[in-house]
T-cell receptor
């Protein structure tokens, strides 16, 4: 299983761009990188998923370098409501792979006014 | 709303008792995952089912068991409950067996007294 390492916490101000980096040195060829957001007492919410290079959706961008040993979640112009824990997960993409997806400790992002 | 439903929302019981948590996945999703989240342990993967079969096992105690039924809903059975089993229990579903975006339900908050 690919182990992930993220900063424990980050602070930002409203309107700023936030980049959260996740290290996953032993990522496997078939692994995808997925990011989730979790508010207190709620289930995690899927944000974005990617395999390589860059993926963008209406919420965030995900940058993955060529060696895929790290990834960066980019949140543009954060607001107070983006205060949450962000988890980086690495796991298999293809059906038939019976492996666990392991949530690490996550990164507590606090957006300040 | 993720489309995943969990019942009950809250459960209060006594030590030594047995409870059953229920989860209905999103329409079309074949995988169901169960997670436990307590304050001191973070989000712990318990077990995964894919189309009725167990596919991956995580940190699930022997006192806990789960199954996925032909209609794809799943139940998590917790027996001989201990104080330390008090936690939020989340169910998630996905199309494939791993690495795909997981959609989490609202959770069941279990309190063992």
């Amino acid at each position: 299983l690919a182990k992930t390492t993220q900063p424990i916490s980050m602070d930002s101000y409203e309107g700023q761009e936030v980049n959260i980096t996740c290290s996953h040195n032993n990522i496997a060829t078939n692994d995808y990188i997925t990011w989730y957001q979790q508010f207190p007492s709620q289930g995690p919410r899927f944000i974005i998923q990617g395999y390589k290079t860059k993926v963008t959706n209406e919420v965030a961008s995900l940058f993955i370098p060529a060696d895929r040993k790290s990834s960066t979640l980019s949140l543009p112009r954060v607001s107070l409501s983006d205060t949450a824990v962000y988890y980086c997960l690495v796991g298999p993409a293809f059906p038939g792979s019976a492996r666990q997806l392991t949530f690490g400790s996550g990164t507590q992002l606090t957006v300040l006014p | 709303d993720s489309g995943v439903t969990q019942t009950p929302k809250h459960l209060i019981t006594a030590t030594g008792q047995r409870v059953t948590l229920r989860c209905s996945p999103r329409s079309g999703d074949l995988s169901v995952y169960w997670y436990q989240q307590s304050l001191d342990q973070g989000l712990q993967f318990l077990i995964q089912y894919y189309n009725g079969e167990e596919r991956a096992k995580g940190n699930i105690l022997e006192r806990f068991s789960a199954q996925q039924f032909p209609d794809l809903h799943s139940e998590l059975n917790l027996s001989s409950l201990e104080l330390g089993d008090s936690a939020l229990y989340f169910c998630a579903s996905s199309v494939g067996t791993g690495g795909w975006a997981q959609y989490f339900g609202p959770g069941t908050r279990l309190l063992v007294l």
